[in-house]
């Protein structure tokens, strides 16, 4: 049985709910957003997973490091709400500083002594000798499970469909429970989320750049960039741009189908026994039996008892981004946007 556990998705689709769920459990250790912030929201995986092997120093700095697309929107109070450390009071760390990624959720989700965990986890880290990238996250999610007694850690990062190939290659006996909504609500609450909307700018600019704005100073192509771009440049951000920025929720749509489709094909590649796909709507329909059902998946021989489930269920709410709230014209668009995705996902018998 293996006591590693992923919990993938598009983003948007429920998972943090899943993370706050299990936070409660009493076997498990909730990694939450672990992933989404050692790759600048989605953007340097390749950095986060080096192929060479590496010290301990250098991999605290993977985990530790201050980096420019999550930073830039605390500067610019525009940080998503999964953001747990308290960035704005008389903290260590804060806008200025820079807030290190393994602080700005995971490490808040799991205790009100973040900053202490952090020099210990600081301290383990420095401690280690040579290794590849799937050794060391081993050993620190190891380490987190024993520090709090748990026998089971699971990792749930949202958007991390993107990540889920790499995951599987540095975790290849790892259980993959993937979360699944409806694309079009999906769609409506990425248009609600700042963390959706810089990633989605970021990945138009980069496009006609050429590069990453945030990670190389090239400006070679910056004449070609949209006006209505230029004030999401690292040297030219404009919060209250950012804000009234609209992107169309047929936009998110296309992304959507496009994680899942990839995603897909990666998780046919994952044996049967290491899988279990989850909607997002039975949590909302069916709680009770849905929570049990993960659980079962997450650890047989863990239990799913009353009195966890019914703490559990209170903090399931119905939510308010409903895609038949848009007009008419902008369903159909929506629809259209969303329609490969959902195609990928009848194939293995999901449907709405």
Not at 96 to 113: D, R
Not at 260 to 280: H, R, S, V
Request: glycine share 6%.
């Amino acid at each position: 049985m293996s006591n590693e556990i992923f919990v993938v998705g598009t983003g948007r689709c429920g998972s943090t709910l899943i993370s706050n769920i299990l936070n409660h459990h009493p076997d498990v250790l909730s990694l939450s957003e672990f992933f989404t912030f050692v790759t600048d929201l989605g953007t340097l995986i390749p950095q986060a997973f080096p192929a060479m092997e590496i010290d301990g120093a250098q991999f605290w700095q993977i985990v530790s490091g201050v980096y420019a697309k999550q930073n830039i929107m605390l500067v610019h109070d525009i940080a998503m709400k999964e953001v747990l450390y308290p960035f704005k009071t008389d903290v260590r760390f804060n806008a200025s500083t820079g807030v290190p990624a393994i602080l700005q959720t995971t490490l808040p989700h799991l205790t009100p002594e973040y900053d202490a965990l952090f020099d210990q986890i600081h301290a383990v880290i420095a401690a280690r000798g040579m290794a590849t990238a799937a050794a060391h996250y081993h050993a620190l999610f190891g380490w987190l499970a024993a520090h709090f007694g748990k026998s089971i850690w699971v990792e749930r990062s949202g958007g991390s469909l993107r990540v889920i190939e790499r995951l599987y290659q540095q975790f290849p006996n790892a259980k993959f429970l993937h979360i699944v909504r409806d694309g079009r609500d999906c769609a409506l609450s990425m248009q609600r989320h700042n963390g959706f909307k810089m990633v989605l700018l970021i990945f138009q600019i980069t496009e006609i750049l050429g590069i990453d704005p945030y990670e190389s100073d090239d400006r070679s192509w910056q004449d070609d960039l949209p006006d209505e771009l230029i004030s999401f440049l690292p040297e030219s951000f404009s919060g209250n741009d950012f804000l009234a920025y609209n992107v169309p929720p047929s936009l998110y749509g296309h992304y959507w189908s496009g994680e899942i489709m990839a995603g897909l094909e990666i998780l046919d590649k994952i044996p049967a026994a290491q899988q279990l796909t989850l909607q997002y709507e039975s949590i909302l329909t069916d709680t009770r039996n849905t929570i049990k059902h993960m659980i079962q998946f997450i650890s047989p021989d863990s239990s799913a008892n009353a009195a966890w489930c019914d703490a559990v269920i209170s903090s399931v709410k119905r939510p308010t981004a409903v895609w038949k709230t848009l007009d008419t014209r902008e369903q159909s668009r929506l629809n259209d946007a969303c329609a490969p995705g959902f195609a990928a996902l009848t194939k293995r018998r999901i449907q709405w």
